[in-house]
């Protein structure tokens, strides 16, 4: 009778164990996603619930796309090894360029758009060049960039402000993706949910992403597991996807409730999704982390460091290019200060979503989670009428606490 009764006591003793096992070896991870869920509850609470208005959500991911799209590519540079203290100044002479080709010269839009992008992409391939191949610092390379760069956009724009821009290049950041389905459909659906109005398509690409992060959630723990390579437990797996799928109904449902999907959240989602392939199902992805793992070892076992460098500058400068179109586009005008003091946040973001100082360690999501936690931050603290000194205090106290607890779970796994 005792022995019957001690076994499921000893199960759930090892289950238990498991999950704490599990969860401390991966803290970082999932510390950051109860960090940003924890804020929200805190902001929505004292907000008296601006915080997750629909109006207030919707503002929220157009105030931070730039700051997103320049995260996914400052993760991979930092990734490798390197930093770049470019990438707001290079996002502010993009923009520049772009006011004087579309609005001074009246060049077409698609086309301006295209040499903004290249001139991005040149820019970044001429800071990797220096970086990868005369072993020059990143640090000082683009430092040197962020100084150059900035007095470009001043001598470009001649120290003033040039706007407006043309409506058709304007929708890149303040546009919305139309409504394809039936309105009676969304007129049923507001009136079910006893709202305004309800942008049907919105609702339905939250529902339909929510169950593929459960299909392919279930179809690669699967595979993991037919493999022995499964680690996760299964009430952690069910935690985190019901959260991450529920997350994304409710921020869509949100979203149906203003003015739908914005063009520039379907230009993040995508941007996310081929990084996060690239970095994590590729091999160019994997020599990425090993490059900035051990540059000597990776070397050694015949990857091409320095192509690896200079293309992840490359892409940087291509990611802050878009990000220049994005800004310029939501604030309708190019300003001499456009991009100012950006790389910070951008930085912040990415080492508060869990990259590492000494490289090698990261993912794109977790930058992706990072920058929307300063977002939140940033946003929370404006709605309680928090003055910019307080906020530039909280955000340093925020990035010195994720260094801090990098080096002490580096210093404890040692």
């Not at 509850?41 to 997103?68: C, E, H, K, P, W």
């Amino acid at each position: 009778m005792n022995v019957a009764n001690s076994e499921p006591t000893a199960s759930a003793t090892a289950d238990t164990k498991s999950i704490r096992h599990y969860l401390s070896a991966n803290l970082r991870q999932y510390g950051l996603l109860l960090a940003l869920i924890a804020v929200m509850v805190f902001f929505q609470i004292v907000t008296d619930g601006t915080l997750l208005r629909a109006i207030n959500v919707t503002n929220l991911l157009l105030q931070n796309s730039y700051i997103i799209i320049m995260a996914l590519g400052m993760l991979i540079v930092i990734v490798a090894g390197h930093i770049d203290l470019s990438v707001g100044s290079v996002m502010g002479f993009v923009g520049a360029l772009a006011a004087v080709l579309i609005v001074n010269y009246d060049i077409n839009i698609y086309l301006a758009a295209a040499i903004c992008l290249a001139t991005g992409a040149a820019i970044g391939a001429a800071q990797g060049y220096w970086v990868a191949y005369w072993r020059i610092p990143s640090f000082i390379v683009t430092l040197a960039g962020m100084l150059v760069f900035r007095g470009l956009s001043l001598w470009l724009l001649e120290g003033q402000s040039v706007g407006p821009f043309p409506r058709e290049f304007q929708i890149i950041a303040t546009g919305f993706l139309p409504d394809i389905f039936p309105a009676g459909i969304g007129t049923s659906l507001a009136a079910f949910f006893d709202v305004r109005q309800i942008n049907t398509l919105a609702v339905a690409s939250g529902v339909v992403a929510a169950a593929l992060i459960v299909w392919m959630g279930v179809r690669t723990r699967a595979l993991n597991q037919s493999y022995g390579m499964n680690e996760e437990p299964q009430s952690i797996f069910v935690a985190r996807t019901f959260i991450v799928a529920a997350a994304l109904v409710f921020v869509t449902y949100k979203l149906a409730q203003f003015r739908g999907l914005p063009n520039v959240l379907l230009t993040m989602g995508v941007l996310t999704v081929i990084y996060a392939f690239l970095t994590q199902s590729t091999v160019i992805g994997r020599r990425i982390y090993a490059l900035g793992g051990n540059v000597k070892a990776a070397k050694l076992s015949g990857i091409k460091t320095e192509r690896l460098t200079f293309l992840a500058f490359m892409n940087m400068g291509f990611l802050a290019a878009a990000a220049g179109l994005v800004f310029a586009a939501r604030l309708n005008t190019a300003t001499p200060k456009a991009g100012f003091a950006l790389e910070l946040d951008v930085i912040a973001a990415v080492f508060i979503g869990g990259a590492s100082m000494s490289g090698g360690v990261g993912t794109i999501i977790g930058a992706v989670v990072g920058a929307f936690l300063m977002g939140v931050l940033n946003n929370g603290m404006s709605i309680m009428g928090i003055g910019i000194d307080f906020q530039q205090m909280i955000k340093g106290l925020v990035l010195l606490a994720a260094v801090i607890f990098d080096v002490y779970n580096k210093n404890k796994q040692g």
